[in-house]
């Protein structure tokens, strides 16, 4: 056997991230199988036509976030059915690894561990004043503008704590709270309490002081939790699980008290929004659908929302216009008018035979055999609910008030009773051209952030819909 010189291993080009003197974001060193390299162009600058009106986080660090870093693109996507839409004002394309952008202008970064922050300089180009390496992966993150404490949960169940500078420089480590058994999912920080809430794959919620680090309590969940929010005023908590469940918990300083559960969704919750003056909680499902729980009516009234062609990934409200705006697993941007007097869709009801001609059904062997007919097939009319065959709706309508936007089945009867004035649409529809994951809505300047699958983060002026 002839032994030679030892061949030295390739190196690992996704490592080399951590060596430069700023990671590249635009474009992955060694894309993933099924990637296209993308052209290149100008890293970290705003580039492209209008870059006058692109973001300026350099008058307010705090803000450089909704300054998102900007690619040379310049879009823009039409609202269906107005001359309204919204305005793409800059992008970025992510690295090998998944990031998941909060609040400002943080991401995280799964697989390399890092957190990154970026402001824009003088030049126009935007470059990362922050790079920090975690101890392990990194989850979901909560930052507070007002005292700059970033919260970060990680894969080991840990939530760590970091102070930054003013100046958007420096990341100071406070503590860690080991809150989890397994990843973190979910984190809030609630400022007026000193409260760290989280939730866990090992289906817990804590919540934790943040002065002491002490654990406050627990509840155990019947599933993964997938949505967090909470109501300072009533110390009210709603969780959203992958079961299609939403827990309301009251909670103490030292222990918790389940007010209620609501079931209303046929797949899990993925997203949760709370607007604490209306008192209306808005879940987003995996089943396409959007729900609105009036909490503060008392009635038990659920608002069925139908704007989505796949699942709802998450939820923003606009609470200075009483807009809803849900993102989508198909790329959707829909907003919604939420000002507007809605109806609840009606129970469907069961019955053998259609309730307009009184044709059986299918399964209804004995009317068959006395009438001599072929059993039909079943459906319901989205309006009223009843059971009927399909020659007796046969027609279709888009109902906005009842939260159906696309058209959908009625009865005849129905059909005609519906006006032009109830057809008129509640809601606008924008096309992102991403399978979106995350979004943070900053409502002092209509900015939308938007991050996707495809590794790209966006940022939407929102004004000309949100208004």
């Known amino acids: ?10 190196a690992t080009q996704s490592r080399c991230l951590t060596l430069c003197p700023y990671p590249s974001v635009l474009f992955s060193p060694v894309p993933r199988r099924g990637w296209r390299r993308r052209p290149r162009r100008a890293p970290y600058s705003d580039g492209g036509r209008d870059s006058a009106q692109a973001a300026d986080p350099q008058a ?9 870093p900007g690619g040379g693109e310049y879009g823009r996507d039409r609202a269906q059915g107005g001359g309204r839409h919204q305005r793409l004002r800059g992008q970025v394309e992510g690295t090998e690894t998944d990031q998941q952008p909060a609040v400002h202008s943080f991401f995280l970064q799964r697989q390399t561990r890092t957190v990154r922050v970026w402001l824009k300089r003088d ?5 990362p004043s922050i790079y920090h390496v975690m101890p392990s992966p990194c989850s979901c993150m909560s930052f507070n503008p007002e005292t700059r404490r970033l919260s970060i949960g990680l894969d080991n169940g840990t939530i760590s704590e970091f102070i930054l500078s003013e100046d958007y420089n420096k990341m100071t480590p406070v503590k860690n709270y080991q809150a989890h058994q397994s990843r973190v999912t979910m984190i809030l920080f609630v400022l007026e309490l000193e409260w760290v809430l989280s939730t866990g794959q090992d289906k817990q919620f804590a919540w934790h ?3 002491s680090g002490q654990r406050l309590g627990g509840y ?20 959203g699980d992958h079961s299609g469940q939403v827990t309301i918990l009251k909670l103490e300083q030292e222990n918790c008290t389940l007010v209620t559960t609501f079931r209303g969704h046929t797949g899990g919750v ?11 909680l808005f879940s987003g499902s995996s089943d396409h659908s959007v729900i609105m729980w009036d909490i503060g009516g008392r009635k038990g009234t659920a608002i069925e929302l139908q704007g989505h062609n796949d699942k709802v990934q998450a939820l923003s409200y606009a609470q200075h216009t009483r807009q ?29 035979s259609c309730q307009k001609c009184d044709q059986p059904f299918f ?14 097939r079943q459906h319901h009319c989205r309006k009223c609910g009843k059971a009927v065959c399909g020659k007796c709706s046969s027609k279709r309508s888009s109902i906005p008030l009842m939260g159906f936007e696309f058209e959908v089945r009625v009865c005849d009867s129905c059909h005609e009773s519906i006006t032009d004035e109830e057809r008129a649409p509640t809601a606008t529809f924008h096309d992102s051209k991403h399978n979106i994951v995350h979004v943070h809505f900053d409502a002092t300047r209509g900015w939308l952030l938007t991050s996707g699958t495809d590794k790209v983060i966006k940022l939407w002026d929102m004004t000309p819909v949100v208004s």
Not at 1 to 10: D, F, L, N, S, T
Not at 123 to 127: A, M, N, P
Not at 227 to 233: I, K, S, T
């Open 324 to 352: 809803l705006i849900s993102c989508g697993g198909d790329g959707g941007i829909v907003v919604w008018n939420m000002d507007v007097e809605r109806q609840e869709t009606p129970e469907w009801l069961d019955s053998d």
């Open 209 to 211: 002081c943040s002065e």
């Open 60 to 68: 307010d660090p705090a803000a450089a976030g909704r300054g998102v």
């Open 1 to 10: 056997m002839i032994v030679g010189p030892r061949r030295p291993a390739p």
């Open 123 to 127: 030049s126009g180009q935007y470059w």
């Open 270 to 280: 993925t997203a949760l929004c709370w607007d604490p003056v209306q008192r209306v």
């Open 363 to 376: 399964w209804n062997f004995k009317q068959m055999w006395d009438s001599k007919k072929i059993g039909l």
């Open 220 to 239: 155990r969940t019947s599933a993964v939790a997938s949505g967090l929010q909470f109501d300072v005023e009533t110390r009210h908590v709603f969780i």
